[in-house]
């Protein structure tokens, strides 16, 4: 009964939803290394796209780019091509049925892949073995849905073992079932999406949103798992609008005991987006975390759909996190654009003039280039960003209220107290593509001088009570730590439709810090179904 208000506006809008014809649409996979195939096009000049709200909406890309052709991915007309097993490998769902007003699909999904850890005293072979099925399909022009599972056993480098006996969690995925030899994990995800005439567009399920134009986002990232939302995004002249609503879980309740429970919190997003002129474009967030135990019942305030929440959160007298973000994004041309974020946490104008190192300065950043086809080369991309956050930022009285969803951040995987540099090489030909992404951070890990744990502003699950003083803090105290990533990846576009590649890379990642040094470098090769972004670049 506590959330029976939610889920009546959730079936009333599935309803009203559900009984509209009008604009067929999708959402597709949320996936950097598949969306260069129409970037390049939708941040043309004059092109008005909303590109910082993702995942994309699949008729809002097509009038720009061609989504349903597979012309760059043709291969040779052969006659295997045109056989039945030539097609469901290379160009076609395995089964899908098409007539007038529906499109119906089914995939197996899979990971499969080896590798090589070869680390400071430790060598080790690594692999994911995942298996699982994909649905989903369109039902005349304003409704689609999708489904997808997979069930995992993996082991991993070191380093991301230490990161999953902390958390319990995989980076980016569920909590792990045990950890004695192996990870068994699983993941899943599905949504249904509607459109209401050309101007709104609805999306009820548990998958992943990101807010952004660079491969961070200090806003709303994809960094961690899935988690159910509703989502309305409404679109008229040069104006994107979003509301979120969102069901997020944390710890300390998460365990690899499947007994446990959950500890849950909720989050409401408004996102508004503008189109200023053909260059520029500026985008306003608000978000609330709010907390839900035995003793509050499910707060009606923040269904308001209406942007300027933190009047409300304040007039409650509401213990809740509030965070204020601003994005942007200026087109040079049609081939580069700059691109920023900025996110308030906390922000008192004295303070910050006064430069005492005041704990309440919570404050994260991000700017950006990226050019498309630089020096006249077909198809290259390049890009380069910096991003930054203050100790402290995303913390709040507890986990229940962080920016953090499953026991992995909201926005930046490093969580904060850091500042990084990503820069990338990536470079197509048809069905090919290969990838250099470099990643050079500094950390100030919640490590004090005697070698024990203190908060010192890097875990945004910590509770900010537990800082060390209110003053005199500064970004890297703790351990600083100098992080580096290297990947350099080869992938082959085997099936477009079912977004199948085979790829093999490899990754160096070396840390230090007074505490000693440390290298790892890991070789891999496998055969994926590329849905989602994974991260493992901290």
Not at 210 to 218: E, L, N, P, Q, T
Request: hydrophobic residues 40%; charged residues 20%.
């Amino acid at each position: 009964m506590k959330n029976f208000f939610l889920f009546f506006l959730i079936n009333l809008a599935t309803i009203v939803c559900s009984n509209t014809s009008l604009a067929q649409h999708y959402y597709l996979p949320l996936n950097q290394d598949l969306n260069v195939r129409f970037d390049s096009s939708l941040y043309k000049v004059g092109v008005d796209f909303h590109t910082s709200v993702k995942p994309y909406i699949s008729n809002e890309v097509a009038m720009v780019a061609p989504i349903d052709s597979f012309a760059a991915f043709q291969m040779k007309d052969t006659k295997f091509m045109k056989s039945l097993v030539g097609r469901k490998i290379f160009n076609q769902h395995l089964v899908q049925v098409r007539d007038d007003d529906y499109f119906l699909y089914g995939d197996i999904i899979m990971e499969f892949s080896a590798g090589r850890s070869m680390e400071d005293n430790l060598d080790k072979n690594t692999f994911i073995n995942s298996r699982g099925i994909a649905v989903g399909g369109t039902f005349g022009k304003h409704f689609s849905f999708n489904s997808t599972f997979l069930e995992s056993q993996s082991t991993f480098s070191s380093y991301i073992d230490s990161s999953i006996r902390e958390t319990f969690v995989v980076p980016g995925a569920s909590r792990i079932k045990n950890y004695e030899n192996k990870y068994d994990y699983g993941t899943a995800n599905g949504t249904i999406a509607f459109s209401l005439k050309k101007h709104f567009s609805f999306q009820f399920g548990h998958d992943k949103n990101f807010i952004g134009d660079g491969y961070r986002s200090m806003l709303l990232s994809d960094n961690s798992y899935n988690y159910p939302f509703l989502k309305i995004n409404a679109s008229f002249w040069k104006i994107r609008y979003m509301v979120l609503y969102a069901l997020f879980q944390d710890g300390p309740y998460i365990t690899f005991n499947d007994d446990e429970s959950f500890r849950r919190k909720y989050g409401t997003f408004h996102y508004l987006d503008v189109n200023i002129g053909k260059r520029l474009t500026v985008g306003v967030l608000e978000g609330i975390i709010w907390d839900y135990d035995s003793t509050r019942a499910f707060d009606i305030n923040y269904l308001n759909p209406v942007i300027f929440l933190r009047p409300v959160e304040f007039s409650i007298g509401s213990p809740d996190n509030a965070l204020i973000g601003f994005n942007a994004r200026y087109k040079l041309n049609s081939r580069n654009y700059l691109y920023g974020q900025l996110m308030l946490d906390e922000f008192k104008l004295n303070e910050v003039k006064a430069d005492s190192g005041w704990w309440g300065n919570k404050q994260a950043f991000q700017l950006g280039f990226r050019s498309f086809s630089p020096f006249g080369i077909k198809n290259l991309i390049v890009g380069s960003e910096f991003n930054y956050a203050r100790p402290f930022t995303y913390q709040h009285k507890s986990a229940a209220t962080a920016y953090s969803h499953y026991n992995q951040p909201l926005a930046h995987p490093l969580g904060a107290n850091f500042w990084e540099s990503v820069s990338s090489v990536s470079y197509s030909l048809k069905r090919w593509n290969v990838n250099l992404k470099v990643n050079y951070a500094k950390v100030g890990y919640d490590i004090d001088s005697l070698g024990n744990e203190a908060n010192f502003g890097n875990n945004v699950l910590l509770s900010y009570e537990t800082r060390p003083g209110d003053y005199g803090n500064e970004t890297l105290q703790g351990l600083e730590t100098t992080v580096i990533n290297s990947d350099f990846k080869i992938w082959y576009l085997l099936n477009p439709a079912a977004n199948l590649v085979l790829e093999a890379g490899t990754r160096i990642r070396k840390t230090e810090n007074r505490i000693g040094n440390s290298q790892t470098v890991f070789v891999y090769f496998g055969i994926r179904t590329a849905l989602w972004n994974r991260y493992l670049d901290f």
